[in-house]
């Protein structure tokens, strides 16, 4: 995974709140076996829409989208995440997103930044008056800037080193394996095992 | 201390715990299905890794699968490329599998819960969300991403931050003609599509422990409409006896037993938050929005945005009426309806097809509709038959398909046409879920066989 410290791009604002993953990718679109392609997904009943914010040009550069309160509920589909990355995008700015949207996106590399209603609207207005506003998602000060306002944020300590350092989770798990050969030895007997198939 | 179940749970599986550090967590079964795994399986192949625990996994073939014809080779090509990908897979790295055609290919959530899998205690994942189903049998059992996929494949655990806990307390008991999805669609309505976000909800009180086995699933089976990654209910005498004959229980019963007796959550034990509904103030309850929190009784209205003080629910609601094409204020009784489809992880067993046969038996379902009853799994659909379940529903005018995720979500055949409108009794009513432009009206199986043969949304005391 590639490693991120800051990014500075512009935006494009959603003015949506409950943008469930169906909507950011339908699933008629998840049959892939691959992580590339999805960005044709992306949105794709709303992408039909002349009027829809992602087909104006004035935003055709954007790499962080600031959406509406819950963000990425529903289906588990970490093809949105693929979708949204595809697509060229680094981050998302909501106030609330879905518990396992969030641990996708953190997973594979999009970061999400939870910022307060209050600041997710005047970052809309900023946006939408300017949409070559430049704005900087830090994640090494923990913060959010544009136009010389300055927005902190919360992270994890764990989360963010790892972001930062760009490390998978399954590799960090498995220097560990010692403590799951320990634990696995000592699981109930009566614990049920798939296999041999009993009909 | 003093511990919640789900609390109890997670520290029996905690195989390491570091200051500052997630919980290593240990996974008892890993659910499989052929669309959120193939790039967990490359991530394998990749890395040269293999499945820790083939023993400890299973595999189905669901969302993607069409319902008719299941004896022919899959049409849609993209389609049939994931379903070898994940024969080959399964193939591969040793992993059981339920394949197209079998008796126990079906939906993932009711194939784990049939073959005795899934058992109170367990750690339970699957990339899927409704994962949550499994928590019915007091497990803690949560829908994952295809990284978390592949983590698992790998590892059989899981690096998870401590949910904080939720009780929701169902008191009293449900009239007659309510039933637990009409709990869970008033339950949603009440604490929001994010109010359950970063809790583990057990359900409890009266009205719960009243509920059978297949009712629990479809309560817990719903959490995560609310945002609540999992959703569990204690064990007790009602999950013991609905494991006690299936292919994989317990040899050794009573040693598994003495540990399911453990497992509720302590007198003295504090939720991070308790929220209080009475079951007997509960009716049928239908959705008229496009978000599983948009719902309302039957015998209600299509409420007016206007009337909405928060401006984010206001401005929501108004763009789910222009979506579903209501006007405010209409009886939600007057909304007709094109198709109705009874099936799906929520709606899609044994005791839901009973339910709505009941209602259906010896009359006709409107013409001005039509209607799929696609059974949960393969043993599901063979169940109903030797009851003769499907003759009921074949002499109604309905169709009697072949089990698979179908119509819940828009990726098989199975789909609605631009502004086709459903009364479904699956889980999710979001724009398009149904396929493009559809529109979605979540309901009971009850309601769903009420409304297939008055032709509006409808509950069986209407007719």
């Known amino acids: 995974m590639e490693k991120f410290i800051k990014h500075i791009g512009s935006a494009v604002p959603l003015r949506r709140s409950n943008v469930d993953t169906d909507q950011i990718i339908p699933a008629v679109y998840l049959k892939r076996v691959t992580r590339s392609g999805f960005e044709d997904g992306l949105f794709a009943a709303w992408r039909s829409d002349p009027e829809f914010v992602l087909n104006n040009s004035a935003y055709s550069d954007a790499t962080i989208l600031v959406a509406g309160v819950d963000f990425g509920t529903g289906s588990s589909r970490e093809h949105a995440v693929w979708a949204l990355q595809n697509y060229g995008f680094k981050v998302v700015i909501s106030s609330r997103f879905a518990d396992i949207f969030r641990g996708n996106s953190l997973k594979g590399g999009l970061i999400t930044v939870i910022l307060d209603q209050s600041e997710v609207e005047a970052m809309w207005l900023a946006i939408e008056a300017d949409p070559t506003t430049q704005i900087s998602v830090d994640l090494e000060r923990r913060s959010v800037s544009y136009n010389g306002t300055d927005l902190e944020f919360t992270i994890d300590d764990y989360t963010r080193w790892r972001l930062m350092e760009g490390l998978d989770d399954i590799g960090l798990t498995i220097k560990n394996s010692d403590s799951i050969d320990i634990f696995e030895k000592s699981r109930p007997h009566y614990k049920p095992l798939t296999l041999p198939i009993r009909a | ?463």
């Open chain 2, 1 to 463: 201390m003093a511990k919640t179940l789900a609390e109890k749970i997670w520290d029996e599986h905690i195989v390491r715990a570091a200051a500052g550090e997630p919980d290593l967590l240990y996974i008892d079964l890993h659910l499989i299905h052929e669309v959120t795994s193939p790039q967990a399986f490359d991530g394998l192949r990749l890395a040269g890794r293999a499945v820790r625990r083939p023993d400890l996994t299973i595999a189905t073939e669901d969302h993607n699968v069409p319902t008719q014809n299941i004896d022919r080779p899959i049409a849609d090509p993209v389609s049939r490329l994931q379903v070898d990908t994940l024969r080959a897979n399964c193939a591969e790295f040793g992993v059981r599998l339920h394949s197209l055609g079998d008796k126990d290919q079906g939906v993932v959530h009711v194939v784990g819960p049939q073959l005795g899998l899934t058992q109170p205690g367990m750690t339970i994942v699957c990339g899927d969300s409704h994962t949550s189903t499994h928590g019915a049998f007091g497990a803690l059992a949560f829908g994952i991403g295809t990284s978390e996929v592949e983590h698992v494949l790998a590892t059989q655990t899981l690096p998870l931050v401590r949910p904080k806990t939720m009780a929701i307390n169902v008191e009293g008991a449900l009239k007659l003609g309510v039933t637990s999805k009409d709990i869970i669609l008033a339950i949603i309505a009440k604490i929001g599509t994010g109010g359950g976000q970063g809790y583990v909800i057990e359900y409890r009180g009266e009205a719960i422990r009243a509920l059978s086995m297949e009712s629990r699933m479809t309560v817990c089976n719903m959490s995560i409409e609310a945002g609540a990654r999992a959703g569990l209910i204690a064990p007790d005498q009602t999950t013991f006896d609905y494991i006690q004959d299936k292919p994989h229980a317990p040899y050794d019963f009573d040693a598994a037993l003495a540990y399911w007796e453990t497992l509720f959550t302590d007198e003295d034990a504090k939720f991070d938050v308790e929220v209080t509904i009475n079951a007997d103030e509960l009716e049928p309850f239908v959705t008229w929005g496009t978000n599983p929190a948009q719902g309302a009784p039957l015998n209600s209205h299509v409420p007016n945005p206007a009337d909405l003080e928060d401006d984010e629910a206001r401005g929501a609601a108004e763009r789910a009426l222009i979506y579903m094409g209501l006007e405010a204020g209409m009886p939600l009784k007057n909304i007709a309806i094109d198709t109705v489809f009874l099936g799906s992880c929520t709606n899609g067993r044994i005791e839901d097809l009973r339910a709505a046969a009941q209602v259906i038996k010896g009359k006709k379902i409107a013409s001005t509709l039509r209607m799929l009853v696609v059974p949960g799994s393969a043993r599901v659909r063979l169940e109903a038959e030797a009851e003769g379940l499907d003759k009921v529903f074949i002499e109604a005018g309905a169709e009697w398909r072949n089990a698979g995720c179908s119509m819940c979500l828009g990726m098989n055949p199975d789909q609605l046409a631009i502004g086709e409108r459903a009364a479904s009794t699956s889980n999710r009513n979001f724009e398009g879920r149904q396929g493009k432009g559809g529109r979605t009206h979540l309901v009971s199986p009850l309601v769903a066989a009420a409304t297939a043969l008055r032709g509006t949304l409808s509950s069986p005391a209407d007719l």
